[in-house]
């Protein structure tokens, strides 16, 4: 167990719709991650935020968004979605801003858009 | 470009056999490594890094070597058992652009699915 949570476990929506996506940090963490995994794309880095700033942008399509709240948790929201947004979303977190710090995975969100 | 090649993209062996798995980066100036482990169903999760004033790491079964004149680095482990089979990521530290600090960023391996066979 990593100490970093994510609900929910499963999400099945249908394309159009919009979700909403939560993870909690290891505590003690400032800096969350958000990537994106599916079978022919690896681990695609989406976010980055530390002490509720937005640190780094990725391969974030402009119908998602996140944010990190004061509590340091943080949520990822996707809109619009299509049938290709099926994926696993996975939050990592770590206890600074720069990438060479450990980073530590959650156990992620199943999305599946039908 | 920034680029993590991982190499094998799949590979089985038997169980006491050995697997290597080579990781080859782009940034001269990286010097983190993590190695992730993804069982099925599961995030990834971190077995071992080195950095790069470092040449080797071991950790029981695990070891990871690195050679930053040839930009790569490797995960070795030994006296392979089932539960060793899992996908494995490598990624790599590499600087970020100038629009966004500078600051640095992991860049991860497409992954090598180990199979050990009882």
């Known amino acids: 167990d990593s100490g970093v949570t994510q609900t929910p476990k499963h999400l099945i929506t249908a394309t159009g719709q919009r979700v909403t996506l939560r993870c909690s940090p290891r505590?003690?963490?400032?800096?969350v991650y958000w990537y994106q995994q599916s079978l022919d794309q690896g681990l695609q880095f989406l976010i980055q935020?530390?002490?509720?700033?937005?640190?780094a942008k990725g391969n974030i399509l402009e119908r998602f968004s996140a944010q990190q709240f004061p509590d340091l948790h943080s949520e990822l929201n996707l809109s619009s979605l299509e049938l290709g947004d099926s994926a696993l979303y996975f939050c990592?977190?770590?206890?600074?801003?720069?990438?060479?710090?450990?980073?530590?995975f959650g156990p992620g969100t199943r999305l599946t858009v039908t | 470009g920034e680029n993590v090649e991982q190499h094998p993209s799949t590979l089985s062996v038997q169980e006491g056999d050995s697997a290597v798995i080579k990781c080859t980066y782009s940034?001269?100036?990286?010097?983190?490594f993590p190695w992730y482990k993804q069982e099925l169903g599961k995030g990834p999760q971190l077995i071992i890094d080195i950095r790069s004033n470092v040449g080797e790491k071991k950790d029981q079964r695990i070891a990871v070597t690195l050679n930053k004149t040839a930009k790569h680095f490797s995960l070795h482990i030994t006296e392979t058992q089932p539960e060793d089979s899992a996908v494995y990521f490598c990624?790599?530290?590499?600087?970020?652009?100038?629009?966004?600090?500078?600051?640095?960023?992991?860049?991860f391996g497409k992954g090598t699915k180990l199979t050990v066979n009882p």
């Open positions: 990624a790599a530290s590499m600087k970020r652009g100038e629009t966004q600090g500078g600051s640095e960023k992991l860049v």
């Open positions: 940034d001269s100036a990286s010097n983190y």
């Open positions: 505590s003690g963490d400032l800096s």
């Open positions: 990592a977190s770590s206890v600074g801003a720069q990438g060479t710090y450990e980073q530590y």
């Open positions: 935020y530390y002490n509720g700033e937005e640190r």
